[in-house]
């Protein structure tokens, strides 16, 4: 399949999005800068355009896809709403919030296909604050179904060039519209009466979710502290590097001199804040930001796990992030990547 290229760099290139979402509303694929990661965008309502997300990324295809809206308000055409839905809603949207919500029913059938949601009878919905985003949901004109725009299993996109490498070729469009700028996935959250569930950390925390409702859980046993399994686990293996890739956990003089016998003793490759990084060698070195800036961290993570995946090293080690504020959403996914395998030191 010929894969598009269209490059956004200003107000005047907005209207090339047009034809973007006549690509979506004819059924076809087109992959898209968010304020998250790149997402890959078909017709929610088109059960043959959610078949196609599947089979591009190599996804099972009962993992549900989340359904991106233009208005949040959109989301009571497809889905029982209720008063903390609103409220959630005009604190956090547009915004890299995901809320679960009970799909509705017309004529007997749900109005977004099970395709769309892996069978469930509920829908994710996130109305995504980048431009160019919003602009194309607007200009396609239906709800678009978009999970993140990577082969299934590997890191997520960040710039358009992890998308081509990903699904050059399997996918009708790319829009390059520059590096995204938080770098993980939304939060996403289900609704249970007046208290919420996290079911992914992200840029949203439970702190910031608090004060709008009566309780928030966090569902993730894996991001618990105190609860990290140290056997492998494969099956819980997702964002992954195809290289051998291992957490350390310990104190910082600990990891240092950990990481700086490993570097003498294999061909590794090291994922470090920038303090590390200068006491380091800088031999196969990714560097995350400082580490009192966890929003630099989490925008260079996804890349930095793409680098080292890709450079000479045998082996890849980071550091076990700590889980407080959006350390949780780095935690998450770096535990994930590693598919649990920690080094307490
Ligand atoms: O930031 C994001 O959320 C990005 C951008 C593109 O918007 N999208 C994204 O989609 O990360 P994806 O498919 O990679 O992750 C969606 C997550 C999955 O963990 C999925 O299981 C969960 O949301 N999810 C979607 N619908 C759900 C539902 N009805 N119930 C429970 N979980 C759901
Ligand atoms: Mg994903």
């Known amino acids: ?32 800068p968010t304020e998250t990661v790149y997402g890959l965008g078909g017709n929610a309502l088109d059960p043959e355009a959610s078949a196609k997300i ?19 308000d959109e989301a009571g055409l497809y889905c029982e709403t209720g008063e903390l839905y609103y409220i959630l809603a005009s604190r956090f ?22 395709e769309t949601t892996g069978g469930l009878d509920s829908a994710a919905v996130r109305c995504p604050s980048d431009p160019i985003a919003h ?19 590997s890191p997520s996109p960040t710039t358009a060039e992890h998308v081509k490498n990903d699904l050059y070729g399997r996918i009708d469009m790319i829009i390059d519209g520059g590096p995204c700028n938080f770098g993980l996935e939304s939060t996403v959250v289900k609704i249970d009466g007046d208290s919420l569930t996290i079911l992914r950390p992200g840029a949203v925390t439970a702190e910031d979710l608090e004060p709008y409702c009566s309780s928030v859980t966090v569902s ?17 293996r997702h964002y992954s590097p195809s290289k051998r890739f291992y957490l ?12 700086m016998d490993r570097q003498k003793s294999e061909n590794c490759a090291l994922i470090v804040c920038s303090e590390d990084a200068s006491v380091l060698e800088d031999r196969n070195l990714f560097i995350l930001g400082s580490r009192n800036n966890k929003f630099s961290q989490a925008h260079s993570l996804f890349g930095c796990l793409r680098e080292a995946d890709a450079s000479d090293a045998d082996v890849i080690y980071a550091r076990l992030p700590d889980r407080s504020g959006i350390g949780l959403a780095l935690f998450n996914r770096l535990i994930r990547a590693c598919g649990h395998n920690v080094i307490n030191l």
């Open 54 to 72: 599947y089979r591009a990324k190599g996804r099972p295809s009962d993992n549900p896809l989340i359904v991106h809206l233009s208005d949040p």
């Open 248 to 259: 350390v956990n310990g104190e910082d003089s600990d990891v240092i001199g950990f990481f």
């Open 93 to 114: 949207m547009p915004g890299p919030l995901t809320v679960i919500l009970k799909k509705k029913k017309s004529n007997g059938r749900f109005i977004i296909p099970d």
């Open 1 to 32: 399949m010929q894969t598009e290229i269209i490059k956004i760099r200003d107000q005047d290139d907005f209207v090339l999005l047009e034809r973007a979402g006549e690509v979506i509303r004819s059924s076809g694929l087109v992959a898209f």
């Open 220 to 236: 993730d046993a894996e991001s618990k502290p105190g609860e990290v399994p140290l056997s492998p686990g494969m099956k819980y």
């Open 135 to 153: 602009s194309l949901i607007r200009f396609a004109g239906v709800p678009v179904a978009a999970p993140s725009a990577n082969r299934s299993g």
